[in-house]
């Protein structure tokens, strides 16, 4: 893997998807398939209910609706953190449900992921937790001893410098704020020079200017390096600006489908089970 | 996208870590170093000799505890008599524990709120912290032989009030801190209904206090069990006193038995005070989920 | 309840006022059965105070010797306390360390965090046993094989494995699940997950349990010496059986002070760390 990989990414964008996918390796963004996906959890609560959809590679998607509406389980379905009970869920061609043991952690090396609560390790650096992209190219004895070698700095680097935020490297993450931890989440999420990227409500736990700056980060890096990008947001209006197509997602079941154009107040409705109110738009 | 603009910071130095890694290697092997007598060549030896104890041990417990063991003065001696006899003692040691964990309780919870910053003054909270700082600064072993030994004699009396005086530091320094760390929102609101100082302890403080405070003594309860052991050596009642006279008579398939019982009675003692605590702190219904 | 509580706004003609529920039963058992251990367990042990009085002279006889201390053992640097001393923080000192080094080991396997639950089960119950046996057994056992300080570090450090390892095992069930689902999601396997997330944040309550167990290895080193493992334990029960009670007093004097400079020293350590 080349030590500038997050460079050359954008110009690879046209051969799209190729392989099997699990190499982590730099061709652009891979496409993912739903076919009649249901998930059940344990306590036997329905989280999807036959999900079909298709993304294509490099498309940037929004998912919206109510909280247990099934996005954030729509999301970890996709890296597999949380197990599909039924139908095919492909990523890149790779069946995820197919995968397991060992090959769980390259498929995943593939999928960058940011949370709503960061989930950084607040205790270490900022470069540290950048690092932890890079884990999954790294050998048992390099991450007992915590060495890194240089070109995992380097994409570390250049993954903080597209967040622009490289001057706090040697940080505590614990010393920055909301908005900056979650650029540095995005960071560690790029150093694992992904082909999918996932994001469930990055934006929640922060104000209304740093959501928007966040937000930006990731419609960039989906159009600079070609990454698939899926990102639920509870919000439609967040996710009319941003997105190139909109899903909405009420009881587990997809309502809406298209264009965040076509993502007008009849379909707020449809996916919130309301009309629109003022206190909705200043959101 | 702000690219590139900012320099790349340098990492901060290292040496301070190695530094002080070193440091700490330096004094353990300045520590063993300095033990003299420590024969560590001996090292060796102990997996091997380690081994053929619990062999002897586990031979011991496995017998029919009708069979006679070889080699004792009387001949009516059964294994069983040695079950039974460790059994009455470790009843004891958990007895005297108990016993020991009620003095300590009933004697520093009033204490802990003289103690406290919250429900004290300086001049009445200094003295009563010295005092329970100073009470745990002194081993048990060494209430029992110069305090509770010439007092109650020989016997499990002394063993159990070595360990509550011992207990009263302990446990009023874990009230303390707790009483310290309450929410004062329900105080603020009972001091502005107009209330005294007790009401105020009695309706704002013990209320928040009391499941926390029951889940120490309940864990003080079988730290002392562990430390009634020790006093039997000097023979201030419990299993320890036989214990150390059958383990340096090498007499191992008795000293199995004991074992066996004392990890049997610990555990069993803690897995029941372990339920009551959680009961306790987290209520029926997360106790019965975690059942 | 909430009904009759939405239902009181309705006027004063509505339900009557609740009686007050009587006392759980589960919590008047409760009270009721420590007051019977307590009545069962005073009556095996003979509990009495009234030796207390019968035998106060003889305590304050006792005091009398105690408040007179053979100072001279204290001052002088050479005598055999400090000796004994500097041997009982060295056996302290090696006691901790190498147990804490092992438990911290012992605890990522103890944990279901950080371990597949058929190896977290095991050791988890290997563990119990291995506390449930007080530090003098081991030391007892060990004294069989070499006496002197030997014994004395490796019953410490067994002490010190179980106790660690489990105060460490709970604080990294407890860990904040987001970075390790983080890790997970970056596609980090098990042990790169420890690595990179669970030792880092468990990193200051090790810091803090291995403090303790050093506070509590000085202590319990006066023990061991009881038993012949070595340390200042040795001397209190040479005192003690010949009853020279200023020598004793002395011991004491100086135990004290150790234990309250260490505590000291480890309060400020933790405040610190924290």
Known sequence: MSASGLGHRAGDRSDGRSDGGSDGGSDGGHSIVFDDVSVVYPNGSRGLAGVSLTISPGEFVVVVGLSGAGKSTLVRTINGLVPVTAGRLSVGGTEVKSVRGRRLPRLRADIGMIFQGFNLVTRRSVMSNVLTGRLHAQSWARSLLGLHTKADKEIAFEALERVGIVEKAWVRASELSGGQQQRVAIARALAQQPSVMLADEPVASLDPPTADRVMRDLRQINRDLGITTVVNLHFLDLARRYADRIIGMRAGEVVFDGPATDADDAVFERIYGRSLTGEDIST | MTRATATRPNPPPKWPY?????????????????????RWERLPQFPGAI???????????????????????????????WWLQALKLMGESVALAWIGTCVGALVSFPLAFLAASNTAPWFVRMPVRTFFNAIRAVPEILLAVIVMLPLFGLNPMAGAMAIGIHSIG???????????????????AVVAAGATWWQRIRTAVIPQLLPETVAFWLYRFEVNIRASAILGVVSAGGIGALLNRVLRGREWEWGGIMLVVIIFVTILVDQISAALRHRILHGAEATAVAA | MTGAALERRDGPQGPVRPAKPPPSPLLIGGVLGAVAVTGVAGWAIDFSLTPVIEQWSTLMMILGEVVHPEWAEITDPTSRLWTALMETAAIAVIATFV????????????????????????TKSV??????????AYALIFVAVVTGPLPGILALTVFNVGIVAK?????????????????????????QRARAAIVPLVLPSYASYVLYVFELNIRASVVLGAVGAGGIGQLIMLYFNRADYPRLAAVVIVIFVAVIAIDLLSQALRRRLV
């Open chain 2, 51 to 81: 081994w053929q104890y619990a062999a002897q041990m586990i031979d011991g417990v496995l017998t029919w505890p009708g069979a006679h063991p070889d080699g004792q003065a009387d001949p009516d001696l059964t294994y069983g008599d």
């Open chain 3, 127 to 136: 563990m119990a046993v291995i506390r449930s046996l007080p530090d003098m």
């Open chain 2, 18 to 38: 190695t530094v002080a890694g070193l440091a700490l290697v330096g004094v353990v092997l300045a520590a063993g170093w300095s033990l003299e007598d420590a």
């Open chain 3, 167 to 191: 105060l460490t095992a709970e604080s990294i069930d407890a860990v904040d699940q987001g970075p390790l689902e983080a890790l997970d999601a970056a596609g980090a396997t098990r042990w």
């Open chain 3, 99 to 122: 147990g804490s080094l092992i438990a911290l080991g012992v605890a990522l396997l103890g944990s279901k965090v950080s371990a597949p639950p058929g190896i977290y089960r095991v």
């Open chain 2, 170 to 188: 302990s446990l009023g320094k874990l009230t303390l801190e707790s009483i310290e760390t309450i929410d004062p929102g329900p105080v603020e």
